[in-house]
């Protein structure tokens, strides 16, 4: 009998690695899936205007009237820190020395109990503010595909007016259209629904956008106040609740990835590589590190199944064959197998964002001779919210449900293409399939980054030598808009110093670099607490127009007010209806010469000045 073929031996050899591996299918899916959930979530966070588009031009704050739509256009501002080409040195030797630190305090105290309470505590901090984060996020965006700001009805588009609650025809087929009254997107606006129903609707489409304000004041010390929302305050509870049960009763493996996800999400909102080149740089230096610590030393694989902190994402599997414990058995993916290549799908997106505005750009000529054209960038639309619009307003195919109405003005973008960000992911997801078939052959730990890091990389580079981008991939930048705005800052300022490539480490701890960071810090901290300094001379009135307080002989002060107006109790309504009934009554017994009498006031330059007494009244 003649032997098999070489081709009929491996078809072979792959059809009985499936069948073992086929109970751990549902296994290795939640993993993929699991670890694709942050990425693309945070990655999207993360956008704001690129430099390809305009600036939006400065207005006055207008007074939140509590409808989500008015703040559609406006930008969102994320700080993010960049990665300098030094931290690809600086950051697989910190993770090292870390990694190395933790292995030998395991083998030391043998019990690793304590430890684990000591990085929980640590952890907690941090969890309690991303798990709230995250979840606040979740609900927002729930909010927005149940209330979306554009939807279609029979061929024409319809823009929700919260504060005047009605919904607008705007585009498509306009003709005998009259607004809706329904806060109901789409079909669902046909459903007859009574007046206090819909009064309803409109109060829980405007119930995120009503916030609470807490003041507080302590004298020479502190004065502020933060703006707190209905989503934001069930995202802190349920994340205190989440992170005190995974302290101080159990810790089951969907408490361990929500903590999980919550520092993923909020990784990938703070770090950014800045360039390609740079994320390149540090994915390849980490390549090295995560081979050498999984291969050649027993370190990783130790801090990993003794420490039982949320560190890594955790999946319930079926137990080996043959195994008669009842403990459960879980397969783990390290959270920097997520973050690290997630920076760089995170950076991805971002470039087709520019690279979508870019193209949108116009050349203007100019009229005098020997000037330089100019170029004028389009307008920026925020992507906060366009998901929800879109599933209202697209068919699943992208086919709009609307059509354009004429000289009806232009609507803003509700996606745009995400080239590279899908070819990434493409990579990431062939990576994690690798690992799992090499981890499952071998039956041995394998670095994951051996894998993803070569896939994501890969396919983004390779994508870019197909479309013929490698030039501009390699010269986009992150921190070009950064620069121009210290550039004109300081003109006389050389704009090489400003370069990319010469930016600070992440890990720097130079004067300026705290000082950016600070500043940063601060930026970002303002936009949900105001914090004012009170100064000797002048800062005693900005204090005061702050917190509210009347007193210069205040120490401290707390007070929370209402986005809605409040009813007054019946005394003081009943006083206030009798002060303004006693103040009528004495205009009514004025003389009619002071009643006519015109005013009159003496010059400007006249030394003697009349003050006419005001009345007050003072209501106990």
């Known amino acids: 009998m003649a032997e ?12 009985y690695e499936f069948s073992v591996m086929q109970p751990m299918l549902p296994t290795y899916v939640h993993l993929i899936v699991s670890a694709l959930f942050p990425i693309y979530a945070g990655a999207h966070a993360s956008l704001s205007r690129p430099s390809s588009a305009a600036k939006p031009a400065k207005r006055k704050k207008a007074k939140h009237d509590g ?10 501002e994320h700080k993010m820190e960049g990665l300098a080409p030094s931290d690809a040195l600086i950051m697989p030797l910190l993770a090292g020395c870390t990694l190395a630190g933790l292995y030998f305090l395991l083998k030391w ?6 430890l684990n309470k000591l990085l929980n505590g640590y952890f907690a901090l941090f969890g309690v503010f991303s798990v709230a984060r995250l979840i606040t996020d979740a609900l927002d965006m729930g909010h927005l595909f149940l209330f979306p700001r554009r939807y279609a009805l029979h061929g024409a588009l319809y823009h929700v007016n919260g504060k005047e609650k009605t919904a607008v025809p705007v585009a498509g087929n306009v003709k005998d259209k009259l607004p809706v009254g329904s806060p109901l997107p789409g079909l669902l606006s046909k459903i007859p629904l009574s007046d206090r129903i819909r009064e309803l609707l409109w109060f829980d489409r405007a119930w995120p956008g009503n916030k609470w304000t807490l003041r507080m004041y302590l004298h020479r010390v502190f004065s502020g106040k933060l703006a707190v929302g209905a989503h934001g305050l069930i995202g802190f509870i349920c994340a205190v609740l989440a992170v005190a049960y995974f302290n101080f009763v159990d810790k089951p493996w969907y408490l361990t990835n929500l903590m999980g996800f919550g520092f993923s999400y909020g990784a990938l909102q703070l770090m950014s590589p800045t360039t390609f080149s740079t994320g390149s740089l540090i994915l390849g230096a980490l390549f090295f590190y995560d081979i050498y610590f999984v291969f050649f030393t027993p370190m990783m694989v ?3 199944k003794s420490l039982d902190v949320p560190i890594k994402l955790v999946f319930p599997r079926p137990s080996p064959t043959g195994d008669t414990s009842t403990a459960p058995s879980h397969a783990m993916l390290g959270l920097g ?6 920076i760089m799908i995170g950076l991805a997106l971002r470039f087709d964002l520019f690279l979508f505005y870019l193209r949108r750009q116009a050349r203007v000529m100019p009229r005098e001779e ?3 054209a100019t170029v004028n960038k389009p307008k920026y639309f925020s992507v906060a919210g366009q998901l929800s619009d879109r599933f209202w307003t697209h068919t699943l195919a992208g086919r709009p449900l609307f059509g354009p109405a004429a000289g009806s003005k232009p609507e803003p973008p509700f996606t745009f293409p995400k080239t590279y960000f899908k070819a990434s992911l493409i990579g990431y997801v062939l990576g994690m399939l690798t690992t799992l078939g090499v981890m499952q052959t071998w039956g041995h730990a394998q670095p994951a980054l051996l894998y993803l890091v070569p896939g994501v990389l890969g396919s983004l580079w390779l994508t870019a030598a197909l479309k013929g981008e490698l030039g501009l991939m390699w010269e986009f930048s992150e921190a070009i808009e950064e620069e121009d705005e210290d550039s004109a800052n300081k003109p006389g300022e050389d704009k090489k110093t400003n370069s990319s490539s010469e930016r600070s480490s992440f890990f720097s701890l130079s004067d ?3 000082q950016e960071r600070e500043a940063r810090m601060n930026k970002a901290i303002r936009q949900h607490v105001t914090i004012e300094s009170e100064s000797e001379h002048d800062g005693e009135d900005r204090v005061k127009k702050l917190t509210g307080h009347r007193s210069d002989r205040e120490v401290f002060s707390f007070s929370i007010e209402s986005p809605y107006t409040l009813k007054q109790p019946q005394s003081v309504a009943k006083v206030s209806e009798d002060a303004k009934a006693r103040e009528e009554q004495e205009e009514q017994e004025q003389s009619p010469v002071e009643k006519d009498k015109p005013n009159w006031a003496p010059p400007a330059s006249s030394k003697k000045t009349t003050e006419q007494p005001q009345k ?5």
């Not at 105290?109 to 304590?114: E, F, I, R, T, V």
């Not at 197998?337 to 997630?342: F, I, K, S």
């Not at 007050?616 to 106990?620: M, T």
């Open 302 to 304: 130790t801090v990993a």
């Open 512 to 514: 300026k670099k705290s």
């Open 370 to 372: 020997g000037a330089e």
């Open 109 to 114: 105290l043998q019990d690793p109990s304590l």
């Open 337 to 342: 197998d997520v973050v690290l290549p997630g």
């Open 67 to 76: 409808d989500a739509s008015s703040d559609e256009d406006a930008e969102e």
């Open 4 to 15: 098999p073929s070489v081709l009929a031996r491996i078809l072979g050899r792959l059809a």
């Open 616 to 620: 007050r009244v003072r209501l106990k």
